[in-house]
């Protein structure tokens, strides 16, 4: 099993996941609404435990606690487990400067909690996304690791057509440091404050990204991806494709962040045809 990162996750809660939240801030903080899709995995937690008391709101570090309201997915109404119809509206998360997506984590999934909710009034609100897809093939996924010494080729290589929209996930684990001693079972302490991505070829800025469709997602074998978007592309060019990722170790305080660490790799766009 993969090392989970920092986080609170214990026997207490059984489960957590990662929401995404695309933005164009620099620091400061800042509300988010996140809508609960129908398919979700935590409406069946929710049903088993009869009550919504199990659910809470953090930081990207996972430590950090944030102020949330529980109502419908038109964030004006009543939750609804029966119904499969919430949403959570959050106060003040810290964005950070440099990045463009945003992580938080909504836990669930301890009977014994008391509610945790509170009341919030939502002022510009970012909008947070609750992922649930993982990677369909072994070749759609890459482990982020530092560059080796010397190396002046992006690696490994990625291939796609210019026609076509993919999604690449970059494993982050292996990147993230722990902790000496384990604290209520995380043995994880650095985090994601938060990514971005941009592109390039022949040394100039291309197109071939999209920051705001990165989503975050943790499998069940903990590993945590940043899901990111490739596009376009001429037949025949190579591009660099870069995933920066700001870490930290207590959200807390917006301004400890202490890693700026730089994933790439080379986007070969290529049109087969019959000749």
């Keep these: 099993m993969a090392r989970r990162i920092a986080g609170w996750y214990d026997d207490a809660w059984t489960t957590r996941y990662a929401v995404s939240v695309p933005h164009t801030l620099s620091t400061s903080a800042n509300d988010v609404s996140i809508v609960i899709p129908k398919s979700h995995p935590i409406w069946a937690i929710l049903a088993?435990?009869?009550?919504?008391?199990?659910?809470?709101?953090?930081?990207?570090?996972?430590?950090?606690?944030?102020?949330?309201?529980?109502?419908?997915?038109?964030?004006?109404?009543?939750?609804?487990?029966?119904?499969?119809?919430?949403?959570?509206?959050?106060?003040?998360?810290?964005?950070?400067?440099?990045?463009?997506?945003?992580?938080?984590?909504?836990?669930?999934?301890?009977?014994?909690?008391?509610?945790?909710?509170?009341?919030?009034?939502?002022?510009?609100?970012?909008?947070?996304?609750?992922?649930?897809?993982?990677?369909?093939?072994t070749g759609d996924t890459i482990r982020a690791a530092p560059t080796p010494p010397g190396e002046t080729v992006a690696t490994p290589d990625v291939p796609k057509r210019s026609g076509e929209s993919r999604r690449v996930?970059?494993?982050?684990?292996?990147?993230?440091?722990?902790?000496?001693?384990?604290?209520?079972?995380?043995?994880?302490?650095?985090?994601?404050?938060?990514?971005?991505?941009?592109?390039?070829?022949?040394?100039?800025?291309?197109?071939?990204?999209?920051?705001?469709?990165?989503r975050f997602v943790e499998d069940a074998d903990g590993v945590f991806y940043a899901s990111v978007f490739t596009q376009s592309g001429s037949s025949g060019t190579d591009y660099t494709y870069i995933l920066t990722t700001t870490t930290g170790s207590d959200m807390s305080d917006t301004n400890n962040t202490d890693q700026t660490l730089q994933t790439v790799f080379r986007l070969r766009v290529l049109d087969a045809d019959e000749s």
């Design 48 to 137: 088993a435990e009869g009550d919504l008391n199990s659910i809470r709101v953090t930081d990207g570090d996972g430590y950090t606690a944030l102020t949330f309201e529980l109502t419908d997915a038109a964030l004006s109404g009543a939750f609804s487990t029966a119904n499969k119809d919430g949403g959570i509206k959050v106060d003040n998360a810290g964005f950070i400067t440099g990045t463009a997506v945003k992580l938080l984590w909504v836990y669930a999934g301890n009977p014994s909690a008391t509610s945790g909710a509170g009341s919030v009034t939502l002022s510009s609100a970012k909008v947070g996304h609750l992922y649930q897809q993982t990677p369909p093939r």
């Design 169 to 214: 996930w970059v494993g982050l684990n292996g990147i993230l440091s722990g902790r000496a001693y384990p604290v209520e079972g995380a043995p994880g302490l650095e985090s994601v404050w938060g990514v971005a991505t941009s592109s390039t070829t022949g040394g100039g800025a291309a197109a071939v990204h999209d920051s705001a469709k990165t």
